[in-house]
């Protein structure tokens, strides 16, 4: 196709209210005699509360209420930015209470304060007295469901939420028949997503009686219903508003801290209350990444054919369900359409443990999945004496592949190109070549890795969206959604698309970036690289139907049929004779004031898309192991992606900058740290805990193949997530390229580095 | 009709956000550092600028920015709150600068200064000096198209705005062949709307170059398109905001201080700033009503029937052209479907004056008209010895008359009712015996007056009007309307029409107040009486495509055809079998939730109402005349309405007390002073400008009649502004029962009435 301002790299809307400091925040809103919410966390991982006495803390001057569990709803609910489900065996685990009458974690919050300041508030927690009856703390996934672990969640007396899993073929028959079976386990820590802007919301009720809540959040419209469901009140009731927010990468795809607000609202007869997290309960009460733990059993024919794969999971997902299964259920699916794999059984286990919950984050499950996967790919290639890239080429699927379990359809498929490009930018086959035979203290190798990923969720859940758009006297438009921008770009991305239907430049494209669930489109969220792809549809839906307006009004002015006319550059025009008919004010000036015929022209839109788009890449990343410090340096890499149409290169190659970014510290440094007696956590700041800076973060070089998929409106394909799959395992296998050590476990820091290094005797 | 929430006395959806000083009005929206902008006014009445030195204001420490009519685009722009007219011989006369380079009234802005805070600012504008060449004034419009009268607007050497009338029927013959002709002369005053909320706005910048204006006005659209103008900016970029309102009475239906303060704003890079008027500048720098000076020549039968009147109307505008013309014409106008005249000639002069611009105000020029009408009627009826009641009801149209100049249709008539009921409430027959007689101090009479009035301006201008609804889960809504409660009660109207399509409690019907032009369905704005006819035809259309969405998924889900179905009480039905099939929340949920067919219903409707409905009352007083002291004391007073359905009962009655409350002083005590010699209005504050209070205020009876009107959406007419038009005239009327003295001029305060008492020689 031949767009004009899809495909180019049109700055970010938002970028001069960013830079100058104008784009409001959860934390820019003020209203007047906002009151502060704290809350009082729990010294143990597990703990059964005996009392709690408040009196002192509400004594205190300036104390306006005191709250514990008791004087809340017992409506337990669940917490995950899902899209609501009509059949209740669709819907997510609901295990949690506004405020726990149990400690099940480090820091869990069991009273809160509201105060006129920060520091009354502070000082009314000291003057909580709690009696706990400390419980036996279990942190690890394995060891949790042991006989005899401490039990988290009674209703769940194995710690097990989940162990639903799937398969396709016959593993049995394909195990038992191979010539080969390769074994192995692979291990993922927890890590945070650290998005800069921690959580932040305030709410008040409105003399109506109306809940308003202003929040950092991916999901208002998720926020909205599950604030509802916790503190019982009609849904209608409740109005989210979204500012700017700064990132969430999943850690907002969770109604974390809003309902604690609206009930810190609602404990003062509805003043306004905002609640706010420090970096430091960011990493505690918030959401983790799951730490996964793998066991791989592998058939492979001897001429290097991949024939079945047996995945055991068991997955870490802390004190509370949140995204739990799902997140090992992704795990489990989104590699499937990649390589040609006659069976495939997953057999995950989803378990409570006494560490901070884990929910969603940037690939949902996905990177955990590759490292293993991508991993134990390159150590069958090393076996079989093949090279990495020559391996998964013989084994990747063809175009037209349909999932036998989604039932999606693989319509684009441009890894091979991918591939290829990828490994011309490190320059591969030179480089596979020249590295690997070093015995120095500093050794370079050169690693790969595949992916695969959807666009948005379909078929597991609900793919809604809705656009609505109000064309003005000028001609320009606004452009309202409910998908969010949270610092990835979609609101960029979704006016190039209406500029692109509509003709007209981009700064005649006014988008509304605030959300508010009263007036905005329902859309589900910002998650699962849904948006571009989901939304993205309702935003052309909403733009043809303006233009069709549009060409309705032209034509009964020109006395032409609207198939006859199209909008170029701000004018009609009449195609087959290349005449301008009148400029496209002349026609919204008459949508509003012509006296016979006046209608505004709007859209107000929905899409509910029952499609997916598989999205692929390759990382291709160069290393210099430091052997004697266990250091491991990237000196190259490179993500190289088919995500079909690039609606912005420029906000593309920003996405691969930050995944990659954040893929590096996956690789290679961060994990949350716990004490195994308590449960503390050890690292919950962000001195300890080593997220990549960029001092640490090698220049990031992104390609892209572009084939259009024909499920895009544009063609497009997710990228969001995708950029943060395959970084981790390619640095592990240009580890392995270097050094002939594979590492199973992330992530790679220097003492764990060190401590395999000399355990395989290279020190 | 047999309606469930229309026609009930609903409590005002913003009565607890008011009381308890909650609700946010255009003062109580803040912003970060804010600048304050203020203006230096002229101390002549007329003057041309011979040179402004604001050298010192700039310099002053604090100080941002002053600016004069030099540093401000010279387009000329029109200001009154009409829709914009594609055709140019239909526009407001573009008369006006945003700070003007000649002075034309005492105290127009002639500088501006933004600064830092409010003293500062103040302190600047004494820092400007002003170099005045001081012209003679002309107060009076009579004098100001005498031969030689100072020239206001070079344009204009005429100082008439317009002279355009009209007329039915052949007045001469009607003249020349009546056995009477009455001729009379009246005279109305300039007052003030006296809004509580004095004219607030802020401006500032977006990022993205788009201004933002949060103005206390009726007409948000309307803003928009003028300060576009104004400035010379695309209309698109600017948004405009409206919170609550405290008023505005026709005063805000006029573009008065937002292009200044979007100019103040420009003049600092888009940093905010906000200009607020005090009480004494709303005097002088909003608008007021005109006063008018009326000649009748009336023909009549000598059985007392009505035959032709010829008005010559001189009509003083003030110093820009604002609303001007058109409130002249509707004067001319509005009356004419309510006597059965054959013969019909308005000579209007339109006019300008060195005194404060005249504008829209509560019945548009109407409330002058019937003073002087129906006082004359009086002095008609007193001559021909009948009945004032009789002689009305002889002469009144009859249902279905066309009225021949508009061509709308009398489709109800609950006059003659109206009329019937208001003789019952007051005890006509017997106090017209009783009082008319006295000869002491004290005396009593009896008066009324009618009046007619239309519902909107079809078909002078375009009666656009949009609504959207968006229904939640629970199957509650959020109504958007570009129409804006400004105080007269409209949101709970719109409410009600809304609950009763849908089938839904009042409750759950949530208006979003606030308009922004940015996402609110376009509507001209709050004026002409025209929301509950034209925006309701809006909000019922939306709310029945609405109910059609609604009754289609439940169809789908029964089998049924949508037509077999209904919603009652927030269940659908199936009325054939008086059967509940589910609950409205049901469809409500599937509407968002269900994997096939989710489609989140919403609304998104605009209407082009082509359509007009006259409404009409009467009013009946009694007055109690203290004849030494010329004090008016009213016993009595009983509107009672034709307003087709009414919507609800209590908000109308509030109508009613709000509307006869101005009128009173519009009788009685309310008029402007300006000195002849410079223009100096000398009594603008509330201590010296005469308004009713709540002490002058005597018990105000209201009735309705309630003849449904097959053009309004429920039946409904217009009713806002009727309330204030026949009042004046009935107290004038009584005070003619009471004393036989004729009082021809307005207002009736005890100065005036006693020199005419002692001119007619009862003191």
């Given at each position: 196709?031949?767009?004009?301002?899809?495909?180019?790299?049109?700055?970010?809307?938002?970028?001069?209210?960013?830079?100058?400091?104008?784009?409001?925040?959860?934390?820019?809103?003020?209203?007047?005699d906002m009151l502060i919410g704290k809350v009082l966390r729990s010294p143990y991982g597990?703990a059964n509360i005996k009392s709690i006495d408040t009196s002192e803390a509400k004594a205190l001057e300036g104390v306006e209420a005191v709250i514990t569990s008791k004087d809340l709803?017992?409506?337990?609910?669940?917490?995950?930015?899902?899209?609501?489900?009509?059949?209740?065996?669709?819907?997510?685990?609901?295990?949690?209470l506004i405020i726990t009458d149990k400690v099940r974690f480090w820091g869990e919050p069991v009273a809160a304060v509201v105060a006129v300041d920060e520091i009354t508030a502070e000082r009314a927690l000291k003057l909580i007295k709690v009696e706990y009856e400390v419980?036996?703390?279990?942190?690890?996934?394995?060891?949790?469901?042991?006989?005899?672990?401490?039990?988290?969640?009674?209703?769940?007396?194995?710690?097990?939420?989940?162990?639903?899993?799937?398969?396709?073929?016959?593993?049995?028959?394909?195990?038992?028949?191979?010539?080969?079976?390769?074994?192995?386990?692979?291990?993922?820590?927890?890590?945070?997503?650290?998005?800069?802007?921690?959580?932040?919301?305030y709410a008040?009720?409105?003399?109506?009686?109306?809940?308003?809540?202003?929040?950092?959040?991916?999901?208002?419209?998720?926020?909205?219903?599950?604030?509802?469901?916790?503190?019982?009140?009609?849904?209608?009731?409740?109005?989210?508003?979204?500012?700017?927010?700064?990132?969430?990468?999943?850690?907002?795809?969770?109604?974390?801290i809003?309902?604690l607000t609206a009930a810190m609202s609602l404990s003062v007869d509805?003043r306004p209350v905002r609640y706010a997290l420090t970096?430091e309960e960011?990493?505690i009460d918030?959401?983790?990444?799951?730490?996964?733990?793998?066991?791989?059993?592998?058939?492979?024919?001897?001429?290097?054919?991949?024939?079945?794969?047996?995945?055991?999971?068991?997955?870490?997902?802390?004190?509370?369900?949140?995204?739990?299964?799902?997140?090992?259920?992704?795990?489990?699916?989104?590699?499937?359409?990649?390589?040609?794999?006659?069976?495939?059984?997953?057999?995950?286990?989803?378990?409570?443990?006494?560490?901070?919950?884990?929910?969603?984050?940037?690939?949902?499950?996905?990177?955990?999945?590759?490292?293993?996967?991508?991993?134990?790919?390159?150590?069958?290639?090393?076996?079989?004496?093949?090279?990495?890239?020559?391996?998964?080429?013989?084994?990747?699927?063809?175009?037209?592949?349909?999932?036998?379990?989604?039932?999606?359809?693989?319509?684009?498929?441009?890894?091979?190109?991918?591939?290829?490009?990828?490994?011309?930018?490190?320059?591969?086959?030179?480089?596979?070549?020249?590295?690997?035979?070093?015995?120095?203290?500093?050794?370079?190798?050169?690693?790969?890795?595949?992916?695969?990923?959807?666009?948005?969720?379909?078929?597991?859940?609900?793919?809604?969206?809705?656009?609505?758009?109000?064309?003005?006297?000028?001609?320009?438009?606004?452009?309202?959604?409910?998908?969010?921008?949270?610092?990835?770009?979609?609101?960029?991305?979704?006016?190039?698309?209406?500029?692109?239907?509509?003709?007209?430049?981009?700064?005649?494209?006014?988008?509304?970036?605030?959300?508010?669930?009263?007036?905005?489109?329902?859309?589900?969220?910002?998650?699962?690289?849904?948006?571009?792809?989901?939304?993205?549809?309702?935003?052309?839906?909403?733009?043809?139907?303006?233009?069709?307006?549009?060409?309705?009004?032209?034509?009964?002015?020109?006395?032409?049929?609207?198939?006859?006319?199209?909008?170029?550059?701000?004018?009609?025009?009449?195609?087959?004779?290349?005449?301008?008919?009148?400029?496209?004010?002349?026609?919204?000036?008459?949508?509003?004031?012509?006296?016979?015929?006046?209608?505004?022209?709007?859209?107000?839109?929905?899409?509910?898309?029952?499609?997916?788009?598989?999205?692929?890449?390759?990382?291709?990343?160069?290393?210099?192991?430091?052997?004697?410090?266990?250091?491991?340096?990237?000196?190259?890499?490179?993500?190289?992606?088919?995500?079909?149409?690039?609606?912005?290169?420029?906000?593309?190659?920003?996405?691969?900058?930050?995944?990659?970014?954040?893929?590096?510290?996956?690789?290679?440094?961060?994990?949350?740290?716990?004490?195994?007696?308590t449960?503390k956590?050890?690292?919950n700041?962000?001195?300890?805990?080593?997220?990549?800076?960029?001092?640490?973060?090698?220049?990031?070089?992104?390609?892209?193949?572009?084939?259009?998929?024909?499920?895009?409106?544009?063609?497009?394909?997710?990228?969001?997530?995708?950029?943060?799959?395959?970084?981790?395992?390619?640095?592990?296998?240009?580890?392995?390229?270097?050094?002939?050590?594979?590492?199973?476990?992330?992530?790679?820091?220097?003492?764990?580095?060190?401590?395999?290094?000399?355990?395989?005797?290279?020190?």
């Open positions: 196709m031949d767009y004009k301002v899809v495909g180019t790299s049109v700055p970010r809307l938002d970028a001069v209210a960013k830079v100058t400091g104008r784009a409001k925040y959860a934390d820019d809103y003020l209203e007047r597990h709803p017992q409506i337990k609910f669940a917490t995950a930015g899902h899209p609501w489900s009509l059949e209740p065996g669709h819907r997510d685990v609901e295990d949690r419980l036996p703390v279990v942190i690890d996934q394995s060891d949790a469901i042991k006989e005899g672990a401490p039990i988290i969640h009674s209703e769940r007396p194995d710690n097990i939420i989940s162990s639903f899993g799937n398969g396709v073929g016959d593993i049995e028959k394909e195990l038992g028949q191979a010539d080969l079976v390769f074994s192995n386990e692979f291990i993922t820590s927890t890590v945070q997503h650290c998005h800069i802007e921690n959580h932040s919301a008040y009720v409105e003399p109506d009686g109306r809940m308003t809540i202003v929040t950092s959040t991916q999901i208002p419209h998720i926020v909205r219903r599950i604030v509802g469901q916790a503190l019982g009140m009609p849904w209608g009731q409740i109005k989210v508003i979204k500012p700017y927010i700064g990132g969430g990468f999943g850690n907002k795809q969770d109604v974390v809003e309902p509805g970096r960011v990493f918030t959401r983790v990444r799951h730490a996964m733990k793998f066991n791989f059993n592998t058939a492979v024919s001897k001429d290097g054919k991949l024939l079945g794969i047996d995945i055991k999971n068991l997955v870490n997902n802390g004190a509370y369900a949140s995204h739990g299964h799902s997140v090992t259920m992704s795990a489990g699916s989104k590699f499937r359409p990649l390589y040609d794999f006659k069976a495939i059984k997953y057999s995950p286990k989803t378990i409570y443990t006494n560490i901070p919950a884990a929910g969603a984050m940037r690939g949902y499950g996905v990177p955990q999945m590759f490292f293993a996967l991508e991993s134990h790919l390159d150590d069958i290639a090393k076996s079989l004496n093949m090279d990495p890239v020559g391996f998964r080429m013989k084994n990747l699927i063809k175009q037209d592949y349909v999932d036998p379990s989604s039932k999606n359809v693989v319509r684009s498929f441009g890894l091979p190109e991918c591939i290829k490009k990828g490994k011309e930018l490190i320059n591969w086959d030179e480089k596979r070549k020249l590295y690997g035979h070093d015995t120095g203290n500093i050794r370079r190798g050169v690693g790969m890795a595949c992916f695969s990923y959807f666009s948005g969720t379909y078929p597991v859940a609900l793919e809604a969206a809705g656009a609505r758009i109000v064309m003005n006297q000028d001609g320009s438009v606004q452009l309202q959604i409910g998908a969010t921008e949270i610092g990835q770009g979609s609101d960029t991305a979704f006016a190039q698309m209406t500029a692109e239907v509509l003709g007209i430049p981009i700064n005649m494209v006014h988008v509304i970036s605030v959300q508010d669930t009263d007036v905005t489109p329902f859309d589900t969220g910002a998650y699962a690289s849904r948006q571009t792809f989901v939304t993205g549809a309702a935003v052309k839906k909403a733009a043809v139907e303006v233009k069709n307006k549009v060409l309705e009004f032209a034509a009964r002015k020109t006395g032409l049929e609207p198939e006859e006319l199209n909008i170029v550059d701000c004018k009609i025009v009449e195609p087959r004779r290349g005449a301008v008919v009148c400029s496209l004010e002349d026609i919204a000036m008459e949508s509003y004031y012509d006296r016979m015929y006046s209608c505004p022209i709007t859209s107000d839109t929905s899409v509910n898309m029952r499609n997916n788009a598989i999205a692929y890449g390759v990382t291709f990343a160069e290393v210099e192991v430091d052997v004697p410090t266990g250091k491991i340096e990237v000196k190259e890499i490179y993500n190289v992606h088919d995500s079909g149409t690039i609606i912005n290169p420029m906000l593309a190659e920003g996405q691969v900058h930050g995944g990659v970014s954040m893929a590096l510290g996956y690789a290679l440094s961060e994990q949350m740290l716990f004490d195994e007696k449960g956590t050890l690292n700041n962000l001195l300890d805990y080593k997220l990549q800076t960029i001092m640490d973060t090698p220049a990031i070089g992104s390609a892209f193949v572009e084939v259009p998929d024909g499920a895009g409106s544009f063609g497009q394909k997710s990228l969001g997530e995708n950029t943060t799959i395959s970084p981790a395992p390619a640095i592990r296998n240009a580890v392995l390229h270097a050094t002939g050590v594979a590492f199973n476990r992330l992530p790679m820091n220097p003492q764990r580095v060190f401590e395999k290094f000399k355990e395989e005797g290279l020190i």
